[in-house]
């Protein structure tokens, strides 16, 4: 839990004492930051060597496709927005605005100068620009979730700046 507590900073919205929606954002230099990059390396590992699966080429073309950020960014970040989810019945009610706003705040009173949010279009990625997000990378992806793009065998993915002042 240190860890966690230490990089990686959550805030909630409750609604009549339930939890409507959550977003948080860490640091990529944070403790947490780098476990998590070296236990999926690790993990990935150890997939591809799994007899359970069947075709580990499907499996790294998965990794392959969702791991889209180009080298000559891959450092320029300085944290990502980790999470932001709304219970659906929440949408729409401005929850997550008001959730990335709190996250902004407390990453810019953490002296982080950028946020890296990495999304697609499953996603409502439109409230991004509108809360001054810059979309600074786009890129088509094969389609590993068909549910969540109406069955298109592709979709775009985004990489949002926030420049936090």
Not at 1 to 14: A, G, K
Not at 18 to 34: P, R
Not at 89 to 98: H, M
């Amino acid at each position: 839990m240190e860890i966690l507590e230490e990089t990686e900073h959550i805030v909630y919205y409750r609604e009549n004492g339930k939890l409507a929606g959550f977003a948080g954002y860490s640091k990529n230099n944070s403790k947490k930051y780098l476990l998590r990059k070296k236990f999926y390396s690790i993990l990935k590992n150890i997939l591809y060597k799994s007899r359970k699966i069947k075709d580990v080429n499907a499996l790294k073309e998965y990794f392959n496709n969702y791991n889209y950020v180009p080298k000559n960014i891959e450092n320029h970040f300085e944290g990502e927005v980790s999470i932001l989810i709304i219970d659906e019945k929440y949408r729409g009610k401005g929850i997550g605005k008001k959730l990335l706003q709190e996250v902004f705040e407390l990453a810019k009173n953490d002296n982080m100068k950028n946020l890296q949010i990495l999304t697609d279009e499953a996603c409502n990625y439109m409230i991004y620009e509108k809360l001054g997000c810059k979309k600074i990378y786009e890129t088509l992806v094969k389609n590993q979730e068909t549910q969540k793009c109406g069955n298109k065998l592709s979709h775009m993915a985004y990489i949002y700046e926030k420049e936090l002042y």
